[in-house]
């Protein structure tokens, strides 16, 4: 069986290839919101929009009126079409599914930051990439691409540009393995796995919160002063330290996850609502006094909505699952209720007067007297619901 797999590099346009860069992103977002505002116009007028291929065909006319848009690569254009199908799509499915989206949006400036060679028009050299009506642009290859690359995207981040090839690659599974793990993540460590180890949080944002506050000041004092030196090297600074913390982040992410599936056969984890988890505490009105409102933990929900997104539960999860996949292994998504509370020796759940709360980080059962710590019992509690919902097959013990 085969997979997408994606490989991305670094690479240095000259100045005039950026340039050219910049003009070809403005260049897709003139083009993505005139198909944008063509499928809201029909709408409105005829009660149908028109396809992804019918605006496809609409392209070569427009090149015509737009003499800016020969200096796009063709199927870069049709790509700008597909994006906005996509759109429309997740658009329509969440409508389905009884959710509230926001209906597709306009770009403005600065705000369409990638493009995609669908198909051709893109080779990969020895340190260097070509793209078509842009040319040949210096990269650093740090590893080699596997398999048969199907897509090219250039996207700009701030001031770096990358380029990301996706590829279709066949799946290397790993040795059958028997062990099995539950994992219960957290703020205190990261995570705590059924077999009693734990992986430490290295909470990368909280500890560049002073060095970004500070960059952020630096920041407020000049950000009035557009087109200015002062402003351009701030924001940059900025830039580089939010850089720095999601790059740190995802490294671990990804190097924990690997660590993981090496090693079991069966993953289980808690398939938290990590949106929820975050959501802001909702007003208090004060019935006594008009226009004034109650404490509602907001402050302190804050800080700790901070801590939830800087531990990068959801990209974990996605990580650990698309790895696994990739490796023949299992992951098994857990309903997280009762899992701190229920004992996982003899499954014993507390009245609600006496369960644990965030402060009491010991499990001690009435019952069956079991005491560990709090996070191990959780981890060990996932991986006996898993264990129920997933039949290990044969020849794997």
Known sequence: MTHRKAFQYRIYPSSAQETILRQTLETC???????????????????????????????????????????????????????????????????????????PRFKGKGQYKSITYPQMGFSLGEGCVHLSKIGVIKAILHRPVEGTIKTCTVRRDGDKWYVTFSCEVEEE??????????????????????????????????????????????????KNKHRSKARRKAKKVVRRVNERIKHRRKDF????????????????????????????????????????????????????????????????????????????RVVVNVNPAY???????????????NRKTLSDRIHFCPQCGLVLDRDTNSARTILKIAVGQYSVPAGTG
Request: charge should be positive.
């Open 173 to 222: 599974t790993l040795p059958l393995s028997s062990e099995q793990i539950g994992i219960d993540v957290g703020l205190k460590t990261f995570a705590a796995l059924s077999n009693g180890e734990f992986i430490q949080n290295p909470r990368f944002y909280r500890k560049e919160e002073k060095a970004l506050a500070k960059a952020e000041r630096k920041f407020d004092k000049v």
């Open 29 to 103: 977002r003139g083009v993505y919101n005139s198909l944008l505002n063509e499928r809201k116009h029909d709408y409105e007028l005829f009660g149908k929009s028109p396809s992804c291929a019918v605006q496809q065909k609409h392209l070569p006319g427009w090149k015509k009126d737009h003499p800016q848009l020969a200096g796009v690569f063709s199927q870069v254009l049709q790509d700008v079409a597909r994006r906005i199908d996509k759109a429309f799509e997740a658009f329509f499915r969440r409508v389905a599914a009884g959710e509230e989206p926001g209906y």
């Open 339 to 353: 899992t701190s509370q229920d004992c996982s020796g003899c499954g014993y759940r507390p009245e609600k007067e």
């Open 253 to 328: 992410l990804h190097q924990t996850a690997r660590k993981l599936v090496n090693r079991f056969g069966l993953i289980a984890v808690e398939e938290l609502q990590i949106e929820n988890m975050m959501a802001t505490p909702q007003a208090k009105p004060d019935p006594e006094k008009e226009g004034q409102f109650l404490p509602n933990g907001a402050a302190q929900k804050s800080g700790l909505n901070k801590s939830i997104g800087d531990a990068g539960w959801g990209m974990f999860r996605s990580l650990l699952t698309y790895k696994a996949e990739s490796a023949g």
